[in-house]
């Protein structure tokens, strides 16, 4: 059984450009979990999602970021018009059902923006 | 709203020696508690977690962790570093609703002297 994997591992873009972050869960899990680390930082929430619905997404900037779980294929987040700022890791999370205790961790997709 | 304190962004220990890495939570709800590890350039990995049952967790890698209401903290100890242990820790609360995202600490860096 796979873990959770993302995609790209390292994505570069350029200030302006978009960036698209995927997240395949674990086989039988229908919650993701999107947080971001950036340097010197823990990691913080982004948005909660399971399939074709979005829970939460009180961590979420209100510009420029969506997020998206559809009932096939990853969950992805995207990111419109990046800025220097946004360079930081993106963290995905998955779970079987409604409890975070038994969520499983991506190894993440390290965003730089030049 | 919740939230962690680790104190001490960065411990050094000798190998052999005991590890101890302070977590302190805030939280108005019966909080689920939780430590990951992160090695370098990786994701992270659940040490332990403490949910409501006994209030001394043991976890992988020898690590246990020790949940005191009155005191409000959850410190994460490991009685003989070994240089494998070097990495980066983080100390995690969430309601025990079940369904609330994972609140983060910003992260201690242990390293380990030969």
């Known amino acids: 059984n796979a873990g959770v994997m993302q995609n790209p591992r390292h994505l570069v873009r350029r200030r302006g450009q978009e960036a698209r972050l995927r997240c395949s869960p674990m086989k039988g899990h229908s919650h993701v979990y999107w947080y971001r680390q950036l340097p010197e930082e823990g990691l913080k929430f982004m948005v909660y999602l399971q399939k074709e619905n979005i829970i939460d997404e009180s961590g979420m900037p209100k510009e420029r970021f969506s997020a998206e779980f559809p009932k096939e294929g990853p969950s992805i987040l995207r990111i419109q018009q990046v800025v220097r700022g946004d360079s930081a890791a993106y963290f995905c999370a998955s779970s079987p059902r409604t409890s975070n205790t038994e969520a499983f961790f991506g190894q993440g997709t390290r965003l730089t923006v030049v | 709203a919740q939230s962690v304190t680790q104190l001490g962004s960065h411990v050094s220990v000798s190998e052999g020696a005991l590890v101890l890495l302070r977590c302190n939570y805030s939280s108005s709800v019966p909080p689920y508690l939780f430590w990951y590890v992160q090695y370098p350039n990786q994701g992270l990995q659940l040490l332990l977690k403490?949910?409501?049952?006994?209030?001394l967790v043991k976890g992988i890698n020898g690590f246990e962790a020790e949940f005191k209401k009155s005191e409000t903290s959850f410190h994460l100890t490991k009685p003989s570093a070994h240089m494998r242990d070097a990495a980066e820790y983080f100390c995690a609360v969430s309601e025990s609703s079940g369904n609330t995202p994972l609140v983060f600490g910003k992260g201690t860096r242990l390293s380990v002297i030969a």
């Open positions: 403490y949910t409501s049952a006994a209030t």
